[in-house]
């Protein structure tokens, strides 16, 4: 059975940090891109980081350059997000997705995937 689980979101302060996970079952994380996206309340879902399926390219969108950080660890089936400086503009609920194409700036900027997984919601505190 196909699993995408996101976990690390909670309540932080404004300029503080946190860390996204995403745990991938049923399939080879290893051949599939992955990508996380945020859903701001009466926004569209907005791709956030993109990372190739070897973890050598990655897409970040201009919103959160400099501030948030992708990483995998293909051996954990994981992936990474780390929040770092945020903002309360930054207050969502994180999706993690994984897809076959090769390209991390397709994923992100098209966001469509194969595999989605539930969201977690990150809320940031002024």
């Known amino acids: 059975q196909v699993q995408v689980v996101e976990s690390g979101g909670g309540l932080v302060q404004s300029g503080g940090s946190l860390t996204l996970s995403c745990k991938a079952s049923?399939?080879?994380?290893?051949?599939?891109?992955v990508g996380w996206f945020r859903q701001a309340p009466g926004k569209e879902r907005e791709g956030l980081s993109c990372?190739?399926?070897?973890?050598?390219?990655?897409y970040y969108a201009e919103t959160v350059k400099g501030r948030f950080t992708v990483s995998r660890d293909n051996a954990t089936q994981t992936a990474y997000l780390r929040l770092t400086s945020v903002k309360a503009e930054d207050t969502g609920v994180y999706y993690c997705?994984?897809?076959?194409?090769?390209?991390?700036?397709?994923?992100?900027?098209?966001?469509?995937?194969?595999?989605w997984g539930q969201g977690t919601q990150v809320t940031v505190s002024s």
């Open positions: 990372i190739s399926a070897d973890g050598g390219t990655t």
């Open positions: 049923g399939f080879t994380l290893s051949y599939y891109t």
């Open positions: 997705a994984a897809d076959y194409v090769r390209i991390p700036t397709t994923m992100c900027v098209h966001k469509r995937a194969k595999y």
